[in-house]
Structure formats: C-alpha cells, structure tokens
T-cell receptor, first 114, second 110 residues
C-alpha cells in the first residue's frame, strides 16, 4: 500500500516569495491534515479536511496561508507571502476514518525562508 | 488549552536496556493517546494508539500505558536496540484537535 506522498521534499525561498506544497494521501482516506513542525517542537495542526470540506482551520494564518482539497483526494498548501518564521517542516497526514483514528504521515516538506 | 509535556527531552542508553518515556497532559478529557516515532528528516510513524477507555497497548517490544485521571502515559521499550534511536512523540486527541508533545530524543548506544 502506497503511503502519503508529499512534494517537494525541500524548498528554499526568500521572504515575501510564495511557495506551494502538494500532498496525496493514502487511497481511500477520508481525512487529510496539514501540520507545521518547527525545529524542536511538536507538530501543530494547520488545517483538517474531511473529504473536500474543511473541518478545522482555526490555527491557519489565513492572511498568508491557504489550502485546498478540491476533489477530496490530493491537497495543496500555499504560503504567500512567506515570512522568516514560516521556516519549518510541513507534514501531511491522512486517516481512514471520518473522525480521528490512526494518522499516517508523509515525510514532510522542509521549507527554509531566507 | 491542552498542554502535552514529555520528559526527558533527550535520553541515551546502552543497547539492551529497558527504558521508559514519559508523557503528561493537562486536560484529562481526551479521546485517545498516540505514540509516534520520528526519524531525522522523516515523517511520523504511529506506534501505538490507546483509546481513553483502555489502560495499555502492546506491540512487540513496546508497551504504552495510559492513566487518564492523572494525565500520564508511559512508553516502555524492552531490550532496546540501536535501531530504536529516534524521537518519540506522544499526542492526545481532545475534542477537535490532536495535541503533540515536543518529543524525547532517544539514542541507543551499541
């Protein structure tokens, strides 16, 4: 069974530039999550989708971050414009259940903002 | 707001030792607790999930316990191996969010 796929694995940009990350969850998983993990910290939830609807985006900085899951499968997370403090690993996870169950994580996309 | 703490932040043990990692949380109203492993530069791998009604879960050399009333969980690793070296994170599921601790970085010395 293929795992959660993310790309790109690494991205370096200058502040005020934009960046987009892509995630393809495990086939059949209804719920998709984007997490931000700053070095030395635990992951923090940015947004949770159930199929193509947003369940929780309360911690998403909506002035600069956006995410979509238009067809209820893969998802894109965008940052525009980026700030230095956005440097982090962006992790995508999916779970089979419509609620919270075992989460399966991708390997993450590491963003460095200079 | 739920706060999850993991102590110690880092731990080094010789190969073969049994060890315990600790996780504490401030709000006992949780649905489940999960332990994850994270290797450098990698994502998280779920190790064990304990429902709020359960006291423990076991998988191979791993055993996780949950004491919801005291807000504590432990991950016991038996007969540690160098391949167990990684960061271990616990996460508790509240009403609508999964709260992570900052992890314990484990090094098993051959």
């Amino acid at each position: 069974e293929a795992g959660v796929a993310q790309s790109p694995r690494y991205k370096i940009i200058e502040k005020r530039q934009s960046v987009a990350f892509w995630c393809n969850p495990i086939s059949g998983h209804a719920t998709l999550y984007w997490y931000q993990q700053i070095l030395g910290q635990g992951p923090k939830l940015l947004i949770q989708f159930q199929n193509n609807g947003v369940v929780d985006d309360s911690q998403l900085p909506k002035d600069r971050f956006s995410a979509e899951r238009l067809k209820g499968v893969d998802s894109t997370l965008k940052i525009q414009p980026a700030k230095l403090e956005d440097s982090a690993v962006y992790l995508c996870a999916s779970s089979l259940d419509v609620g919270w169950g075992t989460l399966f994580f991708g390997e993450g996309s590491r963003l460095t903002v200079l | 707001k739920q706060e999850v703490t993991q102590i110690p932040a880092a731990l080094s043990v010789p190969e073969g030792e049994n060890l315990v990692l600790n996780c504490s949380f401030t709000d006992s109203a949780i649905y489940n607790l999960q332990w994850f492993r994270q290797d450098p530069g990698k994502g998280l791998t779920s190790l064990l999930l304990i429902q709020s009604s359960q006291r423990e879960q076991t998988s191979g050399r791993l055993n996780a316990s949950l004491d919801k009333s005291s807000g504590r969980s432990t991950l016991y690793i038996a007969a540690s191996q160098p391949g167990d070296s990684a960061t271990y994170l616990c996460a508790v599921l509240g009403a609508n969010n999964l709260f992570f601790g900052t992890g314990t970085r484990l090094t098993v010395i051959p």
